[in-house]
């Protein structure tokens, strides 16, 4: 039998579900979309790992507590002198960590469906490089978000997202570059109808 796909549940599902808190009308369908969805699969152990590695942190956290508590009875001084310090590392931490991302430049690639000559519409990224994805969504139809998908040559993902239109358009930006090679940039609907295909050739 072939299970049917459906939309990715949400964060906050993820987490009902790891923590046995998922609402019965919905655990049946969230099942069966997770049985057929090697993506999903990947979130949930991850939230899992996190929730198992905070509830293990939880007894080291109440062993610590008296130590916490000595610290409170810090003069008041000692307290504002904390402070200060705590602001002025939170601020260096701040213009460490923005700045270099900061010259982080992206590649803008604008795609066209494809029609007619064989790569013909096939756009071009530098490889390496995060990109901004931009397409039109003309003769699509319309949805308040649509699910992106980039698969390499063999079809294997290696990259998705959710993105919101606006004016009409997509503007997706991607967290990473992607090595040299021929790739393709699928645009599905919220029920995973699949509503485009985009050549992008990285060199």
Not at 81 to 103: E, G, K, N, Q, Y
Not at 104 to 121: C, F, K, P
Not at 181 to 200: C, D, M, T
Request: aromatic share 8%; glycine share 6%.
């Amino acid at each position: 039998m072939q299970l049917e796909m459906g939309p990715h549940p949400e964060e906050t599902e993820l987490e009902q579900y790891s923590m046995g808190t998922l609402v019965e009308g919905r655990l049946e369908a969230f099942e069966e979309h997770l049985l057929a969805c090697d993506f999903c699969q990947d979130r949930l152990l991850e939230m899992e790992a996190y929730v198992n590695a905070m509830r293990s942190a939880s007894p080291r956290a109440r062993q610590a507590l008296p130590r916490w508590a000595a610290l409170l009875r810090w003069p008041r001084s000692a307290w504002i002198s904390a402070f200060a310090l705590s602001a002025v590392a939170l601020a260096t931490a701040c213009v460490w960590i923005v700045t270099p991302s900061s010259r982080t430049e992206m590649a803008s690639v604008i795609l066209h469906s494809n029609r007619g000559i064989e790569g013909l519409a096939t756009a071009q990224a530098p490889a390496g490089k995060p990109l901004s994805l931009t397409m039109d969504l003309t003769e699509l139809p319309g949805f308040a978000s649509y699910r992106l998908e980039i698969v390499g040559a063999t079809g294997k993902p290696v990259w998705e997202g959710v993105s919101h239109p606006k004016d009409g358009r997509i503007t997706q930006p991607t967290t990473a570059g992607l090595p040299a090679g021929q790739y393709y940039v699928r645009l599905y609907a919220p029920n995973s109808e699949l509503l485009r295909e985009f050549s992008l050739g990285v060199k």
